[in-house]
């Protein structure tokens, strides 16, 4: 049987980068679409008309949402070189800390790009204590999901943003000192081909940052 | 083996009680430990380092938190009743519509309670739309789980608490006449013997709400 996978996107989304890295790590080949979203289009808000969002997965003709849900769609429909662990209590595990990260570091790494001064501070230290939790959960591991990449790191691309957001606003957040276990992680992480692939063009995506959020009162 | 199953949990709390549905729709026999929320004990800062919340599902020693986290870690280790789809696009489905009631419903409830006047009003016709988004979901079915209750209906006791919360404070949400299919999926839902033994103490649910929440005006 043919499949047909189309993933609606952006490329500047972390949200539909996951999307991608997981297809890519399972092999699974796919049709990317690109949306404007500041104009979505007709197949978008048909596809997923509850929350008219990226990313989209469209499954030979059949639409699933929310980045996290595809991904457990994705390892449950392509089982091989699965990214969520198949003992139950380690799979708990890993919807626990992925639903973290989008929960609490998420709404945090969108704010503190948005806010200034004392409440900016306030919301870097947050940011910071959840940031030492993500290190001690993954101490000496060498990725999240153990020895390659899995669910949980795929999520956790949220610290990739917040290092190249950091950067392009020279903030200093997530800084090499203060956090080592964390960009050991990072270099783990960039260093894997798939990974890899999956970045968005550097400068790029620096000059998005800065376009978008430029605006902030950098907080060292 | 002897298993050991511990929830930690307190009455009030829709959250909890998704659990114990889970567990008596399992036939899991479980020790139920109620937890002052003002004075949470130990056990439950030890178990929860992280959020310090209910529910916990303490199963031969090892936690696991967040409600839906905890009901797909009841239904992989306890295969029998299940209350997930088995088919991986079914199951998204049921993902996606859980994750909807916890990320857009339950933070709109919550305001709806603590909101006054024009700001109650907005709230009021949000949870209203959404409302109408579950019931085009619902349709014809039994339950949103199909011919018997599962993940997403466990999941929408959000809405049972929201009939106990107008019915306290004399607001007209969700009505019968604006909501006949939930209102039909409600009666199933209290219907049933697990779900129905689950239910709190009427005149205790709605004094609790009066107490809690007493002192927002009726919207009408």
Redesign the interface.
């Known amino acids: 049987m043919t499949e047909e996978v189309k993933l609606f996107g952006t490329w500047a989304s972390i949200f539909s980068r996951r999307i991608e890295v997981a297809l890519k790590l399972k092999g699974v080949q796919f049709e990317y679409i690109e949306e404007n979203l500041s104009n979505k289009s007709p197949a978008l808000l048909k596809y997923n008309p509850?929350h008219k969002k990226i990313p989209v997965l469209v499954?030979n003709g059949?639409p699933?949402?929310?980045s996290?849900?595809?991904l457990?769609?994705i390892d449950?429909?392509w089982k091989h070189n699965p990214i969520l662990p198949t003992d139950?209590?380690e799979?708990?595990?890993a919807?626990?800390w992925a639903?973290?990260i989008d929960d609490k570091l998420w709404p945090a790494v969108t704010k503190v790009l948005v806010s200034k001064g004392e409440e900016q501070k306030g919301v870097i230290e947050e940011i910071q204590e959840q940031l030492k939790?993500l290190e001690s959960e993954l101490k000496e591991k060498k990725f999240f999901g153990g020895e390659s990449l899995g669910f949980v790191d795929i999520a956790a691309n949220i610290i990739v943003f917040l290092l190249v957001a950091q950067e392009a606003l020279g903030m200093e957040i997530l800084t090499e000192e203060k956090f080592p276990v964390l960009h050991g992680w990072y270099q783990r992480l960039v260093d894997d081909a798939v990974f890899k692939e999956c970045m968005p063009p550097r400068e790029q995506h620096l000059s998005s940052v800065k376009v978008w959020f430029g605006s902030s009162t950098p907080s060292k």
């Open positions: 509850v499954h059949k699933v949402a929310e996290l849900v595809i457990e769609y449950e429909t139950p209590y799979k708990a595990m919807r626990f639903k973290y939790t």
